[in-house]
Structures are given as structure tokens and as C-alpha cells.
């Protein structure tokens, strides 16, 4: 079945510096998802990334989908305390499920 | 209402007893979805509602784990005989549709398991 893979599993950085996380997908995806889980609560949706090498930005956040449509990455620059938590990526399986990937838990020491 | 209501928000219980979790998506959300998140994990997907039936429970783990939704709104999660390995993070979600797989999933606050 469809697996999506996200590295590194965990990152520590000082603020201000940047930080990505890279999801790859063993199947060609019709569209991605990122969402966003702070420590103790539950995942909260980012964007949704639909064009083949699409780019997307929110502030300091940008969201990228590969032109093979089976890859993406979330670049935050110059991260802050406040971006701490666990980011997913998640594509569309068989039917009407999303398949999330493992999570790229984020650190940020002030 | 206005967003995903689970409950109960904690449950602790014995090997063996039998279990119900609740979801009460938001109004006017054909679409439902539970998921299960073990510690450090990302969601894994086990049943996905449109309307009242089951459209895909290819993720249930296995016969001890059954999901309703009577009405097309509030669903409920069963787990029979529960296992310390079912010990986990139950989240619901729900978004307007589930026709293409396009769909944005609001996620309610997790029902945590804990079986000793």
C-alpha cells in the first residue's frame, strides 16, 4: 500500500535559525497536506499543495510539492518558540483516507 | 457545533473490558473519519464514514474493532476484549465531503485509551 515517509524524525535548532522537513511518497499524489500538531494536542491543517511544483508561502512558512507530484517539503525561516511542535505531511490513499507520515517533531531552544 | 467533539477525553480500563469512544463531528460534515495515534506516531487511519455507512474500514486492526454512525452525524468506536497494545490516542475528524480525497480534515481534541 501507498507508504509517505517524512525526514528527519526530529530536529532541534535555536531560534532563528531555519528548519525544513522533506515527505516523500511511495505513490504519485493527486494533492498533499500539512498539518500541524503542538505538544499534548491534535493535528491542526496547514495548506493543501495540488499543482506539480507548486509553492506556497504563509509568513514565515513555505510549502513546496515536487514536479513528480510525490515529494514535498515545509521550510520555516528563522523559527520562533511558538513553532514548536510536530508537522505531517499527509496524501491521499486508496479510497477516501488520508496517509499520514511518521511527523517531523520540532524543537526550538530560545 | 462548531468543531469536533470527543468524549470521553481520557479512559482508563482493564484488559478485557469493553470500550465505547464518541465523535460528534461538525454540523453538516457528511464526512467522518477515526484515526489512532500512538505515542511519537503520525495518524493511522481505521474507518472512514460518508453519511451513515462505512465507505472504508480497511484499517481496522482487526475484528475487535467495530465503528458506527446510525444517523449520519455522531459515531461510535467499539472495542471489544481491549489489549494493552490498543492503548493509544483516538482522534476523530470530519470534513464537508469525502467524494475525492481533496478534503481538509478537522481533527477533534483525541480520546486517550490507556488498558492495564
Known amino acids: 500500500g501507498q507508504q509517505v515517509m517524512q525526514i528527519p524524525q526530529y530536529q532541534h535548532v535555536q531560534e532563528g535559525e531555519d528548519f525544513t522537513t522533506y515527505c516523500n511518497s511511495s505513490t504519485t499524489l493527486s494533492n498533499i497536506q500539512w498539518y500541524k500538531q503542538r505538544p499534548g494536542g491534535h493535528p491542526v491543517f496547514l495548506i493543501q499543495?495540488?499543482?506539480?511544483?507548486e509553492v506556497k508561502k504563509q509568513k514565515r512558512l513555505t510549502f513546496q510539492f515536487g514536479e513528480a507530484k510525490k515529494n514535498s517539503s515545509l521550510h520555516i525561516t528563522a523559527t520562533q518558540t511558538t513553532d514548536v511542535g510536530t508537522y505531517f505531511c499527509?496524501?491521499?490513499?486508496?479510497?477516501?483516507?488520508?496517509?499520514f507520515g511518521g511527523g517531523t517533531r520540532l524543537m526550538v531552544k530560545p | 457545533g462548531a468543531g469536533v467533539s470527543q468524549t470521553p477525553s481520557n479512559k482508563v480500563t482493564e484488559k478485557g473490558k469493553y470500550v465505547e469512544l464518541r465523535c460528534d463531528p461538525i454540523s453538516g460534515h457528511t464526512a467522518l473519519y477515526w484515526y489512532r495515534q500512538s505515542l511519537g506516531q503520525g495518524p493511522e487511519f481505521l474507518i472512514y464514514f460518508q453519511g451513515t455507512g462505512a465507505a472504508d474500514d480497511s484499517g481496522l486492526p482487526n475484528d475487535r474493532f467495530f465503528a458506527v454512525r446510525p444517523e449520519g452525524s455522531v459515531s461510535t468506536l467499539k472495542i471489544q476484549r481491549t489489549e494493552r497494545g490498543d492503548s493509544a490516542v483516538y482522534l476523530c475528524?470530519?470534513?464537508?465531503?469525502?467524494?475525492?480525497?481533496?478534503?481538509?480534515?478537522?481533527f477533534g481534541a483525541g480520546s486517550r485509551l490507556t488498558v492495564l
Open positions: 499543495l495540488v499543482k506539480s511544483g
Open positions: 475528524a470530519s470534513s464537508p465531503r469525502g467524494s475525492d480525497g481533496a478534503n481538509v480534515l478537522t
Open positions: 499527509a496524501g491521499p490513499g486508496a479510497g477516501n483516507m488520508l496517509t
